[in-house]
């Protein structure tokens, strides 16, 4: 194999992996190149490099997944090294393959090793011949018993994609009732996000914890280990909390761990950043789960504790040179834990959420690193994943990380689409989380975490946005605009405005009295209750309040009708409602609405037929997941607006169902 340097590396991926590899490269003095799909051309990841490619259409079939488009990108703008980051078509080996014959340097491993563990059947074969322990599983074809295949492994099964990973295509399967619908549902997803729809039976462990071991390997014959990352939090099997090292390892079990990724790395001749990931028993018994052949999304927290850059090693190894001391002679430093943070409804179960970013600032002090693929004004649409930026933080224990972590989430300012964060927030100084004790059931635990109560700091922040908003019209006046907000020479009727946060409205009056010197109060009352607080500060962008003889400062950011409060008791968006709603602004009774964007896939009824409540519908698709709109009561569906392949947009009309009305005894 010839081996040369990189000079300018194409970037064959999308948002924050496509930013963080092109800020190492650009380090290392290597020139960039994007390629971007039509909804991508104004994102950041875009204006970072130093030329960009587009690739026409929307969907990733059209673009991220279409290696030909790529090579053609390299081959135009002289490229000669590609790297994938993840998911596409990062561990498609024929991708790999393809560049290679093209002339250009493929940052990942070879060709065969992504090949040997691209196929999740081939890959446990494999490792248990090199004598790494395996689940139990089959694989499901058409034609095959899949009943006897799930019979034969003992239920629960989970029903997985052989071809990716990210959770999409996995279902969990708990009787022999549910097992046709996971197989369609599953290699739906997987054949939409990886070009396969190819699935197949695994024992499923209950409330295992999901531990990963980072490997590197290079062509000298040279596989390290760099430590285990514990991924155990996740929704819908995909992760959103990951940390290094695992609370429930210790050094005898990091070594067994250790030794058994090398052990596979080796058995596939591994070389570059790959990943070894298994399921971890109480007991300490651990089992084989796959081998991901690329970087993985939460590499920087290996990053931060061992104070290596994966992607600079990775572009060494590719350039042909042994991996260096610091990487044979790596040690733990402290403690590391990263959040994913998603575009997303949690309450609503966890549904994407698409809108314009109004604004996108996470604080980053000493020991917090964000990895961001968005900005102020980036729009998020429903084409991709829904992750926003990767939010980590370094610590000297776990305690301290964990903290760190919380507070900088708290404080960040996230205008313009619903987003996790409270749920990070929650999880993060949850008891059960601090003690180490989290597994893959976590979630299931803890509905407190994904459907938390709102409380008195709703009310706080509607008296925030109307008093910012007030002092926001008085410096805006014509006339009089030095005059103090509110000012009246003779009294005046309480001021009004009422604001909807989420699915509660909360109506606000206000009246101001002159201290004199003293200054000025305020009697403010929220839904006719009278909210004891005095003003200490008002302008646009800021209010200050003392309740309790305690002062609280809030930030404000007003866009439209919308109005965005950051506090110490929390964040919330405000719509303000028109005192006069316009004509035909109500859905009609028995109305479904799109709880999300995305693509119609099936429609699963017609219009004039009887539905039972919890039928299915309608199904969506976005961001390579689908969601299912059921009726929610017994009656006749009468009207029916969408069509396989039609695109809709949160809270469009999808259907009308006149409800049964219940019978009355004469």
């Not at 067994?256 to 990724?261: F, I, P, Q």
């Not at 000493?366 to 102020?376: L, P």
């Not at 809030?554 to 964040?571: I, N």
């Not at 006069?580 to 109500?586: K, R, T």
Request: hydrophobic share 45%; charged share 20%; proline share 7%.
């Amino acid at each position: 194999m010839t081996f040369r340097p990189v000079r300018k590396l194409l970037v064959a991926n999308r948002g924050e992996i496509a930013v963080r590899v092109q800020r190492t490269a650009h380090d290392l003095g290597i020139a960039t190149v994007a390629v971007y799909s039509d909804p991508d051309a104004d994102a950041p990841f875009v204006a970072l490099a130093d030329e960009a490619v587009r690739l026409p259409g929307a969907t990733p079939a059209e673009t991220y997944l279409r290696g030909d488009s790529v090579i053609a990108a390299a081959r135009s703008t002289g490229a000669d090294a590609v790297h994938p980051g993840y998911a596409f078509l990062s561990e498609n080996s024929g991708f790999a393959r393809d560049c290679q014959d093209a002339g250009l340097t493929f940052v990942g491993p070879s060709p065969a090793a992504i090949a040997a563990m691209g196929s999740k059947l081939e890959a446990k074969a494999v490792m248990a011949a090199a004598g790494v322990p395996v689940l139990p599983g089959a694989t499901v074809g058409p034609g095959d018993d899949a009943r006897a295949a799930a019979d034969r492994i003992g239920y629960p099964v989970l029903v997985k994609a052989a071809f990716g990973g990210g959770g999409r295509g996995m279902r969990v399967v708990r009787n022999p009732d549910e097992l046709a619908g996971a197989l369609e549902q599953a290699a739906r997803e997987a054949a939409s996000a990886f070009g396969d729809g190819t699935v197949f039976l695994e024992r499923y462990v209950e409330r295992p914890r999901h531990v990963e071991v980072q490997i590197l390997g290079d062509h000298h014959g040279t596989v390290v280990s760099l430590f285990e990352r514990d991924c155990s939090i996740q929704r819908r099997h995909q992760k959103i909390v990951e940390e290094c090292p695992s609370p429930a390892v210790d050094a005898q079990l990091r070594a067994d761990l250790g030794a058994a990724a090398v052990a596979a790395g080796r058995a596939i001749g591994y070389t570059n950043a790959g990943t070894v990931e298994f399921l971890l028993e109480e007991s300490g018994a651990f089992h084989f789960l796959e081998v991901n052949a690329r970087l993985q999304v939460e590499h920087p927290v290996t990053e931060m504790v061992t104070g290596l850059d994966l992607v600079a090693l990775q572009l060494q190894v590719a350039e042909g040179r042994p991996l260096p001391e610091s990487v044979r002679a790596a040690r733990l430093d402290g403690h590391a834990i990263e959040v994913r943070l998603y575009a997303e409804d949690v309450p609503a179960g966890f549904l994407p959420t698409t809108g314009t970013l109004d604004r996108f600032h996470v604080p980053t002090p000493a020991g917090v690193r964000v990895d961001a693929g968005v900005s102020d004004g980036s729009v998020v649409g429903p084409h991709y994943d829904a992750m926003l930026a990767k939010v980590v933080a370094h610590g000297g224990t776990r305690d301290e990380a964990a903290r760190r972590l919380a507070r900088v989430l708290a404080r960040a300012e996230l205008h313009g689409v619903v987003t996790n964060r409270d749920l990070l927030v929650g999880l993060l100084g949850d008891e059960e989380f601090l003690a180490g004790r989290a597994d893959t059931g976590y979630l299931d635990r803890h509905p407190e975490l994904t459907n938390p109560q709102s409380g008195a700091a709703a009310r706080i922040h509607a008296t925030v946005a109307a008093l910012a908003r007030q002092a926001r019209n008085r410096s805006a006046a014509p006339a009089l605009a030095g005059f103090p907000s509110g000012w009246r020479n003779v009294p005046a009727p309480p001021q009004s405005v009422s604001y909807a946060v989420g699915d509660r409205t909360y109506a606000v009056t206000y009246t101001f009295h002159d201290r004199g010197a003293f200054g000025r109060d305020v009697d403010v009352a929220v839904d006719g209750e009278a909210l004891p607080c005095r003003l200490v500060t008002a302008v646009p962008e800021r209010v200050v309040l003392e309740s309790g003889g305690v002062r609280r400062s809030y930030r404000v950011h007003t866009v439209g009708d919308r109005t965005y409060v950051d506090g110490p008791d929390g964040a919330a968006t405000l719509v303000e409602l028109p005192r006069l709603p316009e004509p035909g602004s109500v859905a009609a009774p028995g109305s479904l609405l799109a709880p999300m964007p995305g693509t119609v896939v099936r429609v699963l009824a017609a219009t004039g037929e009887s539905v039972t409540p919890g039928q299915a519908l309608v199904v969506l698709e976005a961001m390579k997941m689908e969601h299912t709109v059921t009726a929610p009561a017994a009656g006749t569906l009468s009207r029916l607006t969408v069509s396989p392949g039609d695109q809709v947009q949160p809270q469009q009309l999808i259907a009308v169902i006149d409800e049964q009305q219940p019978e009355h005894a004469a």
